[in-house]
């Protein structure tokens, strides 16, 4: 069964940097699939962040792409997310995920979700 | 960007019962839906894709049907451990959630 787990800072000031790590057991990302990001609060619901393929192909939700960075690590076999000049508003907590496509066939980035990490609770303080 | 829209907002049942969720896409998204049931604090949990396809695990009370704009995921006879809310995300045009349906107890 695969695994995930998310790892960072849980405590942010308003204009720094969110940077979290996903790592994965039991599943080579470098073997396929595409790895995601998502989160949820009270006042958004869920929003899907980011996608990336172990080739560093990277898909952004375009309400977020001017701040966010996906970036890949095989050999740690991690994943992670950079969101920069956070405000209260991406307080939330960031989920990991792994996309239900393989990409071995050039599939869509775009599934649906079958493994999720427990979840990081990402608090921003003004 | 495709909105989805989900009713009830919320759903007072009771052991036994037949529940059905609705999930409204804002354009035609095929069969490209997806439905999740998360529980407090913890992560979604996958149930459904492609609009009807049950994923490995999960119990044949849960179906999903629909195609274009309109969806519904059914229980057939709701149980203790089904009591949570449940999600509906489009994955046609990038990805997008539903706002959620909690199912209470009546």
């Known amino acids: 069964q695969v695994q995930l787990q998310e790892s960072g800072p849980g405590l942010l000031k308003a204009s720094e940097t969110l940077a979290l790590t996903c790592t994965v057991s039991?599943?080579?990302?470098?073997?396929?699939?595409?790895w995601g990001w998502i989160r949820q609060s009270p006042g958004r619901g869920l929003e899907w962040i980011a996608t990336i393929y172990h080739n560093d192909s990277t898909y952004y939700n375009p309400s977020l792409k001017s701040r966010v960075t996906l970036s890949v690590d095989t050999s740690k076999n991690q994943f992670y997310l950079r969101l920069t000049s956070v405000t209260a508003a991406d307080t939330a907590v960031y989920y990991c995920?792994?996309?239900?496509?393989?990409?071995?066939?050039?599939?869509?980035?775009?599934?649906?979700?079958?493994?999720w990490g427990q979840g990081a609770l990402v608090t921003v303080s003004s | 960007d495709i909105q989805m829209t989900q009713s009830p907002s919320t759903l007072s049942s009771s052991v036994g019962d037949r529940v059905v969720i609705t999930c409204r896409a804002s354009?035609?998204?095929?069969?490209?839906l997806t439905w999740y049931q998360q529980k407090p604090g913890k992560a979604p949990k996958l149930l459904v894709y492609?609009?009807?396809t049950l994923q490995g695990g999960v119990p044949s009370r849960f179906s999903g049907s629909g195609s274009g704009t309109e969806f519904t995921l059914t229980i057939s006879s709701l149980q203790p451990d089904d009591f949570a809310t449940y999600y509906c995300?489009?994955?046609?045009?990038?990805?997008?959630f539903g706002q959620g349906t909690k199912v209470e107890v009546k």
């Open positions: 995920a792994r996309d239900g496509s393989t990409g071995w066939f050039g599939e869509s980035p775009y599934n649906w979700f079958d493994y």
């Open positions: 354009q035609d998204i095929s069969r490209w």
């Open positions: 995300q489009q994955y046609s045009g990038l990805v997008a």
């Open positions: 492609k609009a009807s």
């Open positions: 039991r599943y080579s990302i470098s073997s396929g699939y595409y």
